[in-house]
């Protein structure tokens, strides 16, 4: 089955309206491979200023989080119908650092990608993965089985195969640790035997599954050469618009 590779740029909570443009107009100029689809998330702020930057493009757009209600007294949230305005494409759910300091947990993981999933086309990127402890404890894989049985509780096939998993595990995000290309395949191997388990081989075959933890030009070739590993979602890399372009150009 061949994956269409999908590289997305996570841009945590870094970047002005401004600096957005500016990026843009950089990262367009950039020279990159058409044989990979790309995306930037960004703070909501952003949304709006990414969408007309980077228009008439093959360039994505995603917001980085989403409330499961329409709207209510939710001080602080974005609903759905916020970002379905802004014409938002895709959108981050259940990272790691909004599990661990926003009180992210599987139950509202769940919730959000029902409301995407069924009330809109924005594709959920899903982050799921173990810390340090967890893998050093050998849990990693009841860690990760655990999140995607309960992320995808009650969601039926045609809607659970529209969703992309980034296996991010915790200890490589934002530490300059990268899991090894065997490590990572090994991991998002058992990620698509999961979802194959799930649902069926046929919807595993399709699943596009990202790596995420300190991806950068100098590893990502390797990473994303292996069989299981279809795209990336990069943290700080993707900051730069020349290292974000040399990561969707090491896709072979
Ligand atoms: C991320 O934010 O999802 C991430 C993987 O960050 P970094 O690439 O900086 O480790």
């Avoid at 960004?42 to 228009?55: N, Q, S």
């Avoid at 399709?206 to 990336?232: F, H």
Wanted: glycine content about 8%; aromatic content about 8%.
């Amino acid at each position: 089955m061949s994956r269409t590779p999908f590289i997305a740029g996570n841009w945590k909570m870094f970047k002005t309206m401004a600096e957005t443009k500016e990026f843009a107009e950089a990262f367009k100029k950039q020279e990159r491979t058409s044989a990979v689809k790309t995306a930037f998330c960004v703070p909501f702020t952003d949304l709006m200023t990414a969408k007309e930057a980077f228009a008439g493009t093959d360039i994505g757009v995603g917001a980085q989080n989403v409330h499961f209600e329409d709207e209510g007294a939710f001080t602080g949230e974005v609903s759905l119908p916020m970002l379905k305005e802004i014409g938002v494409d895709y959108c981050v759910i259940g990272h790691s650092e909004r599990r661990q300091y926003f009180n992210e947990t599987d139950e509202t993981c769940n919730l959000k990608l029902k409301k995407l999933l069924q009330e809109s086309d924005i594709t959920p990127i899903l982050c799921v993965g173990e810390n340090l402890e967890e893998r050093e404890a050998g849990k990693a894989e009841d860690v990760v089985s655990s999140e995607i049985k309960a992320d995808f509780a009650g969601i039926p096939e045609d809607l659970a195969e529209k969703v992309v998993i980034a296996y991010e595990p915790i200890w490589a995000i934002g530490t300059g640790k990268t899991a090894g290309p065997e490590q990572a395949e090994e991991m998002c191997g058992f990620i698509r035997r999961t979802f194959a388990s799930l649902y069926s081989s046929a919807a595993a075959d399709k699943l596009i599954i990202q790596y995420g933890g300190s991806m950068k030009p100098e590893n990502a070739a390797a990473l994303l050469a292996e069989a299981d590993i279809d795209g990336g979602l990069v943290g700080g890399a993707s900051l730069q618009p020349d290292k974000f372009a040399a990561i969707l150009n090491a896709v072979k």
